[in-house]
Nanobody, 126 residues
């Protein structure tokens, strides 16, 4: 059974930092590109960041570039999203996603990811 479980969300003030984690199980993690997406109320799901199977290539939405960092620990089957200098507009439910495929060149399309976690709420206040 494939599972992706996010943690680390919470309520913070603008300018603060948070680190999200996503623990994967049920399939071969180290062969999979992984991504983070977010969805704010009334808005479409939005690509945030992604990382290839080895961690050697990372991809970011323009809105988070320079503030967020995606990383992975294949020994722990976990992908992380370090979020710094948080803004009110970063408020959303953040979900991790697994492609379960080593081949990945930076697509931001949610349809290119096969499995999804339930999400963790991030709320940034002024």
């Amino acid at each position: 059974q494939v599972r992706l479980v996010e943690s680390g969300g919470g309520l913070v003030q603008a300018g603060d930092s948070l680190r999200l984690s996503c623990a994967a199980s049920g399939r071969t993690f180290f062969d999979s590109a992984m991504g983070w997406f977010r969805q704010a109320p009334g808005k479409e799901r939005e690509f945030v960041a992604a990382i290839n199977w080895s961690g050697g290539n990372t991809y970011y939405a323009d809105s988070v570039k320079g503030r967020f960092t995606i990383s992975r620990d294949n020994a722990k089957n976990t992908v992380y999203l370090q979020m710094n200098s948080l803004k009110i507009e970063d408020t959303a439910v953040y979900c991790c996603a697994a492609r379960w495929n080593r081949y990945y060149t930076g697509s931001q399309n949610p349809a290119d990811f096969a499995s999804w976690g339930q999400g963790t709420q991030v709320t940034v206040s002024s």
